[in-house]
């Protein structure tokens, strides 16, 4: 809004001082706490009436309270200044609650809007981590209480931070170890859970194997590489053994038959 509409609004309002505005405010709480609705009307109030979507709940005018539903299932009350209490809210007291604030003369002085949200607290997240080769792979999760319940998550090592909003479960891939932080929260709760993650142990032993395989192979190599040589040597000493008998027994039989 630019500072035009800004002194337009304001001289409306001098123009018409009668004219109310309707607020709409946000309102969490967690299950089994209580809650207070207030109302932003200023001075004293004479007709105070509060409704859940619009289903009237009671009412206070000239200081005596009317109920409209049954007040232990309600389990609400009204104070002299208009504020709703609620007692122990579960998830079925969400809506939309409206108040509306007259004065005596009958002339409206009031009207807010509220969406009042119950929701669970958060429950405790589970952080995990399995160390694949040269990376960690950290997973934050939820257990969920009930069906369709998401939080945000958050995962954190050092500076760098991954978030995840409506989400029961967030993983985070990284090629270093240290200390991660995950965090889960709703509009009423928050929890964290630490731990220091170190795979440079598991990431020695695979080199250590790979190490380890490579030396095996080459002895294995080398083994074969002599015994092949070694044959062949053998080898050829047998064809020239053979060559100088057949040899020798061509000179006897040449040597005889020139005698003969």
């Given at each position: 809004?630019?500072?035009?509409?800004?002194?337009?609004?304001?001289?409306?309002?001098?123009?018409?001082?009668?004219?109310?505005?309707?607020?709409?405010?946000?309102?969490?709480?967690?299950?089994?706490?209580?809650?207070?609705?207030?109302?932003?009307?200023?001075?004293?109030?004479?007709?105070?009436?509060?409704?859940?979507?619009?289903?009237?709940?009671?009412?206070?005018?000239?200081?005596?309270?009317?109920?409209?539903v049954n007040k232990e299932q309600c389990r609400c009350k009204i104070f002299l200044n208009g504020t709703l209490h609620i007692e122990q809210v579960v998830k079925e007291d969400s809506g939309q609650y409206t108040v509306t604030v007259y004065?005596?003369?009958?002339?409206?002085?009031?009207?807010?809007?509220?969406?009042?949200?119950?929701?669970?607290?958060?429950?405790?997240?589970?952080?995990?981590?399995?160390?694949?080769?040269?990376?960690?792979?950290?997973?934050?999760?939820?257990?969920?209480?009930?069906?369709?319940?998401?939080?945000?998550?958050?995962?954190?090592?050092?500076?760098?931070?991954?978030?995840?909003?409506?989400?029961?479960?967030?993983?985070?891939?990284?090629?270093?170890?240290?200390?991660?932080?995950?965090?889960?929260?709703?509009?009423?709760?928050?929890?964290?859970?630490?731990?220091?993650?170190?795979?440079?142990?598991?990431?020695?032993?695979?080199?250590?194997?790979?190490i380890a395989g490579g030396v095996v192979f080459f002895v294995i190599f080398m083994i074969l590489l002599i015994y092949c040589i070694r044959r062949k040597k053998a080898e050829r000493l047998e064809d020239d053994g053979k060559c100088l008998?057949?040899?020798?027994?061509?000179?006897?039989?040449?040597?005889?038959?020139?005698?003969?």
């Amino acid at each position: 809004m630019n500072f035009r509409r800004i002194f337009l609004v304001k001289c409306l309002l001098l123009l018409f001082p009668s004219v109310k505005c309707s607020v709409t405010n946000w309102f969490y709480v967690a299950v089994n706490e209580s809650a207070l609705l207030s109302i932003a009307a200023a001075g004293s109030v004479y007709d105070v009436t509060w409704v859940k979507d619009r289903k009237r709940l009671l009412q206070l005018k000239d200081r005596k309270v009317k109920y409209y539903v049954n007040k232990e299932q309600c389990r609400c009350k009204i104070f002299l200044n208009g504020t709703l209490h609620i007692e122990q809210v579960v998830k079925e007291d969400s809506g939309q609650y409206t108040v509306t604030v007259y004065e005596q003369d009958g002339k409206l002085k009031a009207e807010e809007h509220t969406m009042f949200i119950v929701q669970e607290p958060v429950p405790q997240p589970i952080l995990s981590a399995e160390c694949m080769n040269k990376t960690v792979s950290v997973k934050c999760e939820v257990k969920q209480k009930t069906k369709n319940e998401t939080f945000l998550i958050e995962v954190t090592q050092d500076k760098s931070k991954k978030i995840q909003k409506n989400a029961t479960r967030l993983e985070l891939h990284t090629r270093y170890s240290g200390a991660f932080r995950c965090v889960v929260k709703n509009q009423v709760s928050e929890k964290m859970v630490e731990k220091v993650i170190n795979c440079s142990g598991q990431l020695d032993l695979y080199l250590i194997l790979s190490i380890a395989g490579g030396v095996v192979f080459f002895v294995i190599f080398m083994i074969l590489l002599i015994y092949c040589i070694r044959r062949k040597k053998a080898e050829r000493l047998e064809d020239d053994g053979k060559c100088l008998r057949l040899k020798h027994l061509c000179f006897m039989l040449l040597t005889i038959h020139l005698n003969s």
